[in-house]
Each structure stands twice: as structure tokens, then as C-alpha cells.
């Protein structure tokens, strides 16, 4: 028997696509490529430890409606971030601590970072978070990249610095790896920088009881036909519906749904080809590099010295850490986020050279206790065949002027979802769930008209 | 029994590769995703009048010496570019006529556009050919597009149209679309901006009797397998050779040439994975748009008003015109090319559409004979799946600086070929040619290595 629609990507943005066409009474099958669900999210347990730890995207705030209402829906709790204690911040090759936002630069550094944040956030209220290609002067936007905004726009190298790192962590990329436009988008989508970069209020301030993992799971545990396994090489449509082949078989269905990474669909064979206008933006859409690395210890020891474990740094490989340990405090675990720049220098290397580079990063910021964890676990998603990378794609100068509008744009009876579809949040775990939810609307709409 | 060496892709660099390794003793098997052979150039033959006409690359010139040799190799002959007369410059609702090189602009605009091309000319040839990241000041020509840099550079408004025509015409794209790097690195690797606009001595002075395409269909003849309608759908590699995998069969050899767009080979399943760096420079490869077309008329009835058939505008869709007649001068044939954002103007229409818009600008440089061809034929590149666009690749800012050595970096025994790959003349026949050259040496050198 053929279902209804067919599902292309067991990460969030499939499977609630899925989860809402089947409430809606729709047969679904999810066909993935990898031998698990949750695409870009990943729990894994810990040999030593025991512990489970998220390798994958990790945290969800209540300024993130869609996917806050998912776990509630599926049962799921979740928990705060720890941020108690005084943050760091290493600069070159001072180490200063600080309480809040900002650390304590010089009062210079501190005026320039603020009239340049309030430039940037008032430009980007001015960006329509669903159509960034019809903002005022978009094509001017478009044509920079966000590290030429930064340069003409601050006086300070700590400035630039600062927003290096705010690319770095929030886009997993360098400010020459996007257009300014994109770079005011994707901060629209968030309302501005702290949304992006904070705990209480904002986009980091809760994790999922058990793993974000568990959400990916749930959402699989109640389908019904979710086939692992199964990357779709080839695609054919006509007028009543849509073919997808895979290794073992054919799959037939009146609509399906790519929620995968458009970049990846780049050499699937369509047929009928792929309007020019989406198949030339899949091209142009090539995902962040970052490596996620933790290192678990017997106890916090960093919150004895009064430190929250957050810490900022433009020296890297490490060039965000936070305290990511369990509910219970024990054991004490570190996180570091290697991105953009950083993650290229160690592309090449192995696990081995990756891990001492990062603990020495850590160990910079947190002393030389940071070097004897008990185990480590560290996740290349660049070297990750069905991700390509990670949080999610960059839209260099020209894309969103010159091909925004094939985004979300059906073709024909095949739609697309996935978190760089989102409307808002795109690129994070609220955003994969907005995209199911407003694709499975669209099919449901389309069948009805 | 296996052949030695399996190159993909039946395009200039691939078949010349085959050539190459063929003629060292090696077996060669070639794969090709289409039903023809020659990749981005092709040659039909037109219904109406039978002219043969070039629907894809049609230029060489003297200062292209890697396909010039194949060409007197192969026994093809060259014929020259037709340039007597007067050229056209429509700029705004101005027309106006001249001879050489830069249209009779004002002295200040002159002055103004002298001074930016001697600048920017000078700042490529401090770029190595074959390792743009190495360039002083690499990474700050390369966090910037090649508008920024027109911006700040050009007083005057007429200057940034003439470099945008620069950019359409050579590119295939507008200037916000790429790095200032690559800007400088593509202009250099043709020797400065003349090396690429002009004809007599540089690269537009000559065409292939009897079309482009007759370079592939000869290194084809004489070759002795060459399977068509075989897309590669999975690969995979051991210490011992690589196995590809099409719909039809298997096959296996000791070494492997991918001498297609790189972007075309994001989906494309490798096992083990590519490396990550290479993985990611495959995502930030996009190609080229453009919409090449002709318009047959009895005869040139430009050369009769004294014109070149040669003409710029910034108005567009028609941004470059040509005279593409044959040899003997009859029929007339007028080429014109629909580029960068041109072309994106033009994607989504239907034929009839695109093919009014182009007559009509055709019209407004020659006047409105050129309303009535006999016939005319247009080929939009971007919309052809195993192409995705031409010229060719478009490097963006960061691209060249954060993945540059992936490019030809073999992957085992995996090898890199194709136009995209050239040290010389990338994007280019010459450069295709020049990259199947390296990667057949390359080969050969690995095997008594």
C-alpha cells in the first residue's frame, strides 16, 4: 500500500512533519539515510561515565515557541542551563572574568560594541524574517559580506573581535562566509543578538531532560512507518504523484518532502529536472563548520573558584565554552564549541591532535585541572556524510537577493522543509519543527484545494 | 576485465585525461552521465538554415596554449572571430559607436575606469595561479566581494557598470556573487582583463570550424570505451582501487578521475566519506548563470552599417553581443548572453519569453532588423542537471583561503579533474584541457611512485 506522503529526513523538521500529517489522517512513510532519527541531534551515552550527552544541537528557550510546545507535547522536561558564577572571557592572551553580558573591556571598546550592536539590531528589525530579498536595500545588504560591515563599522579591533566570536558561535561560520544580509536575517530571526547568545529568557536557556535526542526518538516511537537505512538516489514525478527510489526499493506517494540539507540534494537526479532558480540555490547554500567537543570530570571543579563555566575567546580552537554538566551538578562536564576558522585548522587532524588542542583551549580558560578529564567525546558534523555540517547553511552575498524566493517554493508535489527553511529560528531545533509544521500545512492545504 | 583507470565525466578535461593515460598504455574507461559526450560545449545543428552552431563554449585564442596544441592535434581547424567595425555601447538609453577597446566615455570616466582596472590588474598579479590562499593579504581580498571592492574603488557610476559587464561577461555572474580573491585569481589566470575581453590575441579571437563540440566528439572516436547514460550513484574506495557504482553495473579500477562540477557531487555518496575539507569545498562551488543565445538572419546585416556585431549594455537581458556568423558571413548570426542576474530575471519564463526579451534587446542594439531571424536558438545552461550552470564555478568569499588545497588534492586514489581545477585559465576549454593534462601526469606519477 502507498502512503499519502512520503518523508525524506528523520531529523526534527521530518518527523513532525510527519507526526501532524498523520494526526491530520494522512498515511506517512519517513524514509532516512543514516542507520538513526534526529539528524542534526544526537544523544549518545558515555562508556566511562555512563552519562548522555548531547553531541548535536542541544538547547531550546522560551523564546523558541515551536519546539518548547513540542517537548510538552511529547512528555519531555527540560532543565536550566547552569550560568551561575562569574563568566570568562580570554582576549589575546589576557584572561578577565566578568557577571553578565559584556566582559569588562575598556570603557571605548565597551561605547564602540554598543553603537555598533544597536546599528546592526536596528538594521535587522528592518529585515521581513519570512523575505529577506524584499527588505529595504536588500540588494546593498547582499552584495557585502558581514565582515566588511564590521570592519567600516567598528573603531575597536576588541569590537571586531567580539563579533567574530558572535559569528562564530551563533553562526558556526566567519563574517566572510555570509552576505550582511543573511547575517541580519538569521539575528532577526532570534530578535537580535541576545537572543542568540543568552541563557535566562533566551535561545540557551533550558536542555532536554535525557538528551535533545529524545525528541527525534519520541516523535519516531509513535510513527508508524519510519525506515532507517534508505537515502533516496533517485526522484521522479508526474501529474498524480512522486517516485523516490532507494537501494532496496521504490517508493510511491501523492506528495513528499525533503527535510534534509538542500545542498545535499545537489547531485540527486530529478526527474523532471529541478526548476533552475531551486536547483542553482541548493547549490549556493553550503553548510557552517563545527566540531562540538566535551570533556567530563569527576566534579565542577571550576565552579569552586566561583566560575560559571561560560567563557569567550578569540584565540581558540575553543572559542565558546559552557558548563554542560547533568541536572544533579555531577559529573562536572565542560563544552567546547570549535567553529568556522577554528574547525578548519582542524580538519585534518586526528582525534587524538583535535583532543589536546581543545583541552589546552580549556585549560587556558579553566586552569590545568581541565587537562585530566575522566573521558572526552568530541563530534566532527563537517566530516558527517548526511549533514554536511553544521548548525545549518550560510547564504553568501547574492543568494537570498537572487534566489530566496525558491526557499520554500513547492515543486509541483514535492515541498521542502528542513531548518534552513524556517521562518524563524532557522537553522535551529525550533526552526526544523517551524518547517514541519508549516510544510505539512501546505500539503494538507494543497490536497484540499 | 577492469580497465586501469576510470574517469567521469566525458567533458573536455575528463576526455583529454582518457587521451593522455590511454596514450601512456594505460585502459581507460569513461563514464558520462549524458547522452553525448563535450560536457559544457556542444554543437547542434540548427533546423531551419542547417548552420552548426555552438550552444556552449565556443572561444580559443592564442594565449590558451593547452587546448590550441589539442586542437592542431586532433587536426581541427581554427577560424577568426569576426571584429571589423564599429562596436556598441548601450548604456542607459545611450548608444553610442566606437572602435578599440573602452567606449567613448567621458575623459573623467575614462580617467575613473583607467585607474581602477590598472589597480585591480596589479593586485592579481600578486595572486600564485595555482594557490590563491598564499597571496599576501590573502584572507582580506578574500572576506571581501568584488563589489565592495568596486565600490570603494570606482568614482564614478559608469565605472561599476562597465565592471559589472566585466563581471557578467567573464563570470557568468555579478560581482557581489564572488570573493575579491577569486575576482583577482580568475582575471589573472587569463593574463588581466584584455586577456579574456578581446579577440585578436587573447581569448575570444578564434572558433572551431565546425563547432566546439567536435574537440570531445574526436577525443571520444579514439577512444575505446566510452559508456554514455552512466551516472556514477555511489563510490567506494580501498587500499586497492575504487569501485563505481552506476544504475547498470559495477565497476572497478585502481585509480579514479572526477572530472565534473564539484558541486555536483555533494549527494553523491563516497565510502568511506571525503574528507571533510573536501566535503565542504564540494558545498561552496556554485556554478555560473547563463543563457547563451543566437539569431540567424540571411545575412549580417550589421557589417553592412559598419558594425562589428560586437556590443555591451548594462541594460540587459543582452548584456554581450557578438557576430557568430560562419566563416563564409552567410548566414548572419547574432550570439547574445543573458548573465548573472540577468539570467535570474529569465529563469523562471518559458522559451517564447526568453526568447522576445532577447530579440527585443538585440533590437535596441542593431536595430529592428534583428526582430526577424529566420530562426534562433537559446540554451539555458543553468537548467541543465549534470552542468548546473556555466561557465563554471563561482568562489565566494572564504572559500578560496578556508578550502583552497582541497581542490586538487587526490583523495587516495580518487583524482580531481575538470575546468574548475585548472591552474591556468580555470572555468575555460583551456583550462579543462589543462586539467586533464595534470591529472593524467598526476596519475601516472602515483603509479611508478
Chains 1, 2 share one sequence.
Not at 113 to 134: G, K, M, N, Q, V
Not at 437 to 446: N, Q
Request: hydrophobic share 40%; net charge negative; charged share 20%.
Amino acid at each position: 500500500m502507498n502512503p499519502d506522503i512520503i518523508v525524506v529526513g528523520a531529523g526534527l523538521a521530518g518527523l513532525t512533519a510527519a507526526r501532524r500529517l498523520s494526526a491530520a489522517g494522512r498515511t506517512v512513510r519517513v524514509l532516512e539515510a543514516r542507520g538513526r532519527v534526529g539528524g542534526r541531534t544526537q544523544t549518545i551515552r558515555l562508556p566511562k561515565t555512563g552519562l548522555s550527552v548531547d553531541v548535536g544541537g542541544q538547547w531550546v528557550g522560551p523564546n523558541q515557541p515551536h519546539v518548547m510546545a513540542l517537548i510538552h507535547e511529547l512528555g519531555l522536561e527540560v532543565y536550566p542551563t547552569h550560568d551561575e558564577g562569574q563568566n570568562l572571557a580570554l582576549l589575546g592572551d589576557k584572561i578577565v572574568r566578568y557577571r553578565g553580558l559584556i566582559p569588562p573591556l575598556s570603557p571605548l571598546v565597551l561605547a564602540d560594541y554598543a553603537l555598533l550592536s544597536h546599528r546592526f539590531e536596528a538594521l535587522a528589525r528592518s529585515i521581513p524574517l519570512d523575505a529577506p530579498w524584499t527588505a529595504p536595500d536588500a540588494a546593498d545588504l547582499d552584495a557585502q559580506t558581514f565582515d566588511t560591515w564590521i570592519r567600516k563599522n567598528a573603531r575597536r579591533p576588541q569590537t571586531r573581535a567580539l563579533m567574530r566570536v558572535y559569528a562564530g558561535a551563533v553562526f558556526s561560520a566567519a563574517p566572510a562566509e555570509m552576505s550582511l544580509l543573511h547575517a541580519l536575517t538569521y539575528t532577526a530571526h532570534g530578535g537580535g543578538i541576545n537572543g542568540h547568545t543568552l541563557t535566562r529568557g533566551h535561545a540557551l536557556q533550558d536542555r532536554v531532560l535525557g538528551g535533545a535526542g529524545g525528541i527525534s526518538q519520541r516523535l519516531a516511537d509513535a510513527l508508524e512507518d519510519v525506515r532507517l537505512n534508505s537515502p533516496v538516489v533517485r526522484v521522479e514525478q508526474d501529474e498524480t504523484g512522486v517516485t523516490l527510489h532507494t537501494p532496496d526499493g521504490t517508493h510511491r506517494a501523492e506528495h513528499a518532502v525533503f527535510a534534509v540539507p538542500p545542498v545535499l540534494l545537489c547531485g540527486l537526479p530529478f526527474d523532471p529536472p529541478l526548476p533552475a532558480r531551486r536547483a542553482q540555490l541548493q547549490q549556493r547554500l553550503p553548510m557552517g563548520a563545527v566540531m562540538k567537543f566535551m570533556a567530563v570530570y569527576e566534579r565542577p571543579f571550576w565552579r569552586e573558584a566561583g566560575l560559571s563555566g561560560m567563557a569567550i575567546s578569540d584565540t581558540g580552537p575553543v572559542t565558546v565554552a559552557f558548563d554542560n554538566s547533568p541536572p544533579q551538578g555531577t559529573p562536572g562536564v565542560l563544552l567546547g564549541f570549535i567553529e568556522g576558522a577554528e574547525a578548519r585548522e582542524l580538519m585534518d587532524v586526528g582525534e587524538h591532535e583535535r583532543r589536546d588542542a581543545a583541552l589546552n583551549s580549556l585549560a587556558r580558560m579553566f586552569g590545568d585541572e581541565a587537562l585530566t578529564p575522566i573521558e572526552t567525546v568530541q563530534r566532527d558534523w563537517t566530516a558527517e556524510p548526511f549533514s554536511g555540517g553544521c548548525y545549518g547553511a550560510l547564504f553568501g552575498p547574492g543568494v537570498w537577493t537572487g534566489y530566496g524566493e525558491a526557499l520554500r517554493a513547492p515543486v509541483g508535489r514535492i515541498h521542502w522543509a528542513g531548518a534552513e527553511t524556517a521562518r524563524v529560528w532557522m537553522n535551529y531545533m525550533d526552526g526544523a519543527v517551524e518547517s514541519g509544521e508549516r510544510v505539512s500545512a501546505e500539503i494538507l492545504g494543497a490536497q484540499e484545494g
